[in-house]
């Protein structure tokens, strides 16, 4: 439970003054929920001088001036296309102000003739006169206060002004309690760092330009908390499994043996060496818990096969969660006849297996019958009992967030967990999403494939590449085409993915095909299961799930807006026609105008294949918060950190967190106690839960 100091600021943002039902929605759009502490995340991005305040005759031009001026005269417009003029001067000069399309009435108000007042904003020059356009504030002496001198500048969206925002945030700020001391009290004295109350309010009130730099004192102490409350929280959760006793897994190998003789290949050095490090946890005294990297086509399944398994010759079972159903039936497909050709049952157990069959699996289940289930995450949740499990794969794609699906693996009686991810993640990345979790790296590809040619093209060739693709596909060819990735919105993909679909039919005829998250599961399939029958040789897609999928026929890739979408991204996508030894086609086409990142981040892609490579480089250029392109990915991602900034943090939180759990492993001495409060203030509630009380 949250403890009720934190209650202020998990208070939804409805509970301040001048926060209507309108504004609500619009902070819920910008903060993406409407809790208080999130509008304290959300902290500035500028400062606004307005200290600046000449005599009107050497007043620079193009700078903010704030000025003390008598109004002199109102110049109505004659037409409706020119702006409502008013007169005002000081000693040494005068100035225009100018208003378009604003009423007369409350200019009038606001600037009777003859009357004092502070007015603020950018100074023009117009035919040699000096002028202002609509003033940032107009005020009346009385009501000028020294504190708006400065004005703090947020990020904003649209139904928000920067005005709302310092109003809310200011009565957000004095709602921050006086929170216990987390920090390491040595630490903190040598960091010379400010309370989290103190750091927090400072950091909403910026006084120079330094003051909005990531690593300034009150930034660097917020984003230390933040990574510390991250680092913890997975140092629980990896505590609390490798604390329990595992079983010691030493299968025969006879199984594993007969399925290699009927592989058409070998196994790679680098599948061997991390088979072996699999083997050595599985057969330790410890609970396992270990991370599986390599990228797309490295050749994980047989490793997590095998794996499998090796508890199976105990005869135990063993399970491989997919994220997404297609990605389940693909586990299945690639399995099940390996395995039912040496006596083995698989089954798939997904939502959509209903009635009888789904009775009839949980039955076998629960009595040894079924050797190996695939599923997808959601189904371990449900009352799925097994005999005896004691082997999980977590095969999470590209997708993260491991601490929450830990907890399934509750299921299996101290069974071994090993995560798989097929997105190369840069090493302070990994800390990041996982924390100290024990780690493998298949990290050379099998032998023989061929290079993907990668061409970028502006989308001004269309026709260009849609000839191309007349040609091989009249040869036999299969192809995606990978629609638009509109930021944020799964209506504007739908929409272009349709428009785009409908294009290409009117070329493609019936040989188009369509897939879009959108789709029910079964309609999904249909057509899944007819571009790989090659019924459809053409098929449009929206994202990267709906193209996880192995058809290793399709060899030619087409990404649309291909600026748009994060390098990761790009290489998971590319590394879906990579699969066959035949050689394969990646255009990535761009609209401009395209950044000299954006030209940066396609050329990267056009050299290299090496999924390491391009993640690295991807960090280099655009900070690690992005790497995996939009939030979407799950990917842990900081509101204050700054993973190409605050990486030092990084190391220091890493090892702070190891040195808490070793020496209070239960969170109760005072210092205990206070990170029990941060934890939960970062939202890292299902950690906490680890200890009851
Ligand atoms: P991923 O790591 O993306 O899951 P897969 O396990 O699907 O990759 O393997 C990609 C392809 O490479 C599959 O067709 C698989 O049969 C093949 N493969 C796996 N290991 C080897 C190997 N050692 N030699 C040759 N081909 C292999
Ligand atoms: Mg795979």
Known sequence: MRPEILYPLFASVASLKGVGDKAHKFLTN?????????????????IVDRTYSPKLSEAIVGRICTLKVRVVEHIAPQNNRQPYRVIVEDESEQLELIFFKIYANSIQKNLPVGTIRIISGKLESFNGKLQMSHPDFILKPEQFTSDMKKETVYPLTAGITNRMLNKFTAQAIARIPELPEWLDKEFYRQQNWKSFKNALSIAHHPQYANDLEPWNAERSRLAYDEILANQLALAIVRQKIKKQAGREIRGNGLLRKKILETLPFELTSAQQKVLDEIYADQSAKFRMLRLLQGDVGSGKTVVALMSMLNAVECGTQAAIMAPTEILAKQHLETMAPLLENIGLRIELLTGRIKGKNRSKILEDLENGKI???????????????????????????????????????????????????????????????????????????????????????PVGKLMEVIAGLQRKLANGARAYWVCPLVEESEKLDLAAAEERYATLQKIFGNKVGLVHGKMKEKDKDEVMKRFKKGEITLLVATTVIEVGVNVPE??????????????????????????????????????????EIGKERLNIMKQSEDGFEIAEKDLELRGGGEILGTKQSGFTVFRIADMSVHKNLLHIANQDAKMILETDPKLETERGKALRTLLYLFEKDDSIKTYKA
Request: net charge neutral; aromatic share 6%; with cysteine.
């Open 554 to 595: 399709a060899t030619i890739m087409i990404i649309e807006h291909a600026e748009r979408f994060g390098l990761a991204q790009l290489h998971q996508l590319r590394g879906r026609i990579k699969r066959g030894c035949t050689a394969s086609t990646c255009i990535l086409l761009y609209s401009h105008p395209l950044s």
């Open 30 to 46: 910008l903060l993406g929920n409407d809790k208080i502490v999130s509008l304290l995340w959300h902290l500035p991005s500028g």
């Open 371 to 457: 050797d190996i289930l695939v599923g997808t995450h959601a189904l371990f949740q449900e009352n799925v009992v097994f005999k005896d499990l004691a082997f999980v794969v977590v095969d999470e794609q590209h997708r993260f967030g491991v601490h929450q699906r830990l907890s399934l693996s509750e299921k299996g009686n101290q069974a071994d967990i090993l995560v798989m991810t097929a997105t190369p993640i840069p090493r302070t990345l990994v800390l990041t999403a996982y924390g100290d979790m024990e780690y493998s790296k298949i990290d050379k590809m099998p032998e023989g494939r061929k290079p993907t040619d990668t061409r970028v093209m």
